[in-house]
């Protein structure tokens, strides 16, 4: 009897809105990417089990209209199936003299919950959809008990050495993307 392969998606949230928004000129576009689709995409024929995803509510105070943006946008993340919307926490940090936030944890929380899912024999199969490097040891760990990964990079923006550690990897370019975004 032949099993179809089991999927998780884990995206860095993060990483890929900003890499969106970078890709098209810093337009507003990466609220309407359609995730739905991308997933589809992603999985393809294969089984999917549940897609995390990782990133930190705004700072209501700093810029209500952006707020109320961004909750929307989770409101529609949450009705995806079989989705997981994984909130971390943004913190102001100063850097030469200027107040910035950076999202907190959500590295960590990936890595773990991928490794973790990978022991529990969750998944065949992780894709992983940033271009951040720092995920390569969590990559090794999951690859070590038999588990294939899978990177999602962006023409833009890939990390060489996560592609060189990955089982597959898969480059989108700005014409791709562009089919992900709603109409």
């Known amino acids: 009897m032949e099993t179809q392969e089991r999927i998780i998606i884990f995206i860095d949230g993060s990483n890929h809105y900003h890499i969106i928004k970078d890709m098209f000129d810093g ?29 930190a509510p705004l700072d209501r105070k700093k810029d209500e209209e952006t707020y109320m943006k961004q909750q929307r946008f989770f409101e529609r993340l949450k009705k995806i199936p079989n989705f997981n919307l994984i909130l971390c926490r943004m913190q102001k940090v100063k850097i030469n003299g200027k107040e910035v936030y950076q999202v907190k944890e959500d590295d960590i929380h990936l890595a773990v919950d991928m490794v973790k899912l990978g022991f529990n024999n969750a998944y065949d199969t992780a894709i992983l959809v940033s271009s951040d490097g720092d995920f390569i040891p969590a990559v090794k760990s999951v690859k070590e008990i038999g588990k294939n990964i899978e990177n999602i990079g962006f023409e833009t923006k890939f990390s060489y050495h996560l592609k060189q550690e990955c089982d597959k990897f898969r480059k989108l370019t700005k014409k791709e993307v562009s089919k992900f975004f709603k109409k």
């Open 27 to 55: 337009k507003s576009k990466s609220m309407n990417f359609d995730f739905e689709k991308f997933i589809k995409d992603l999985v393809g024929k294969r089984k999917l089990i549940r897609v995390y995803y990782y990133t």
